[in-house]
C-alpha cells in the first residue's frame, strides 16, 4: 500500500553557516566548529603528543585545526557540525572505558554558539497516515511531559545515528525501523523507571487534538548543565 511520506533531507548553505571558502577547501577564521578537549594522560604529555594522537585516534574525524590552551587543553576545529558532534560522543564515550582513579581523561566540551538547533541536522520523514500521526502523539508525550524526558530525547537521537551508522537502521539492507529504535528505547526507560510508564492506549486512535503548532524544545533543556548531562547520559 501507498505511505503518504515527506522527508526532510539536511540541505544547508555550508558556505554562509561555515564561511567555508570551496576553491581552497579550507575554512576562514570565521568558520568552523569549536570543542574543547581537556586532556590528562600518561602518554599525551605535552602538545606535540597531543597532535599524535588526535591523528590516530580521531580518523577519519579529523580537526581542521588544533590550537593549544595549555595547562592540559586544547581547541579542536572541524569543518562540519557532524565532524564536531561525533568526535564529542566518541572522545566522551572513550574517556569512560580509560577512566583510571582521575588519572587518565579526555573530555570535549562545546566551545562556541554558532551550532545550528538540532533539528536542522537530523534527517527525518513525515508519515501522513492517522496511525503515524497517533504515534507521533504518543512519541511526543514521553519525549516532552517527564523529568527526564529531555535525556529521553537525546539518547533517542544518539540511538538513530549510531543505527544508521552501523547499518542497523537502513530502508533496504537494515534490521529495524527509527519508530522501532525509538519503541525498544523507551520500552527500556519505562524498565528502568528512567520514565514512567505511559500507556498507548491513553492516546486516541485519530486524535482530533493533537499539536498541530508543536513548540521547539531544545534536545538537552537548558537548565541541565553539560556535566551533569554527560554523566545521565553515561548511566543510562
Not at 20 to 44: A, M, P
Not at 64 to 82: D, K
Not at 195 to 212: F, K, L, V
Amino acid at each position: 500500500a501507498r505511505v503518504p511520506i515527506v522527508k526532510h533531507v539536511t540541505h544547508i548553505d555550508k558556505a554562509k553557516i561555515l564561511n567555508f571558502n570551496e576553491k581552497e577547501n579550507v575554512l576562514d577564521d570565521r568558520g568552523g566548529r569549536t570543542i574543547d578537549l581537556k586532556y590528562q594522560s600518561y602518554e599525551v604529555l605535552n602538545f606535540d603528543d597531543l597532535l599524535l594522537w588526535i591523528d590516530e585516534e580521531l580518523d577519519p574525524e579529523r580537526p581542521y585545526m588544533v590550537s593549544n590552551i595549555g595547562e592540559g587543553e586544547a581547541t579542536l576545529t572541524f569543518r562540519s557540525q557532524r565532524e564536531a558532534l561525533m568526535t564529542r560522543v566518541k572522545m566522551n564515550e572513550q574517556n569512560r572505558r580509560r577512566y583510571v582513579q582521575d588519572l587518565e581523561s579526555f573530555t570535549c566540551t562545546k566551545h562556541d554558539d554558532s551550532f545550528l538547533p538540532e533539528a536542522e541536522c537530523i534527517d527525518f520523514d513525515i508519515c501522513l497516515r492517522p496511525f503515524s500521526i497517533r504515534n507521533s502523539e504518543y512519541l511526543r508525550k514521553v519525549y516532552t511531559n517527564y523529568e527526564n524526558s529531555g535525556l529521553a530525547r537525546a539518547g533517542a537521537v544518539v540511538l538513530k545515528e549510531w543505527s544508521k551508522l552501523w547499518g542497523l537502521n537502513n530502508s533496504f539492507r537494515g534490521y529495524l525501523t527509527s519508530y522501532a529504535i525509538n519503541i525498544m528505547w523507551i520500552y527500556f526507560l519505562m524498565r528502568a523507571k528512567v520514565i514512567p510508564y505511559i500507556s498507548p492506549y491513553d492516546t486516541e486512535d485519530r486524535p482530533m487534538d493533537a499539536h498541530r503548532t508543536p513548540t521547539y524544545l531544545r534536545l538537552v533543556p537548558a537548565a541541565h548543565t553539560e556535566k551533569e548531562t554527560q554523566r545521565k547520559m553515561g548511566i543510562l
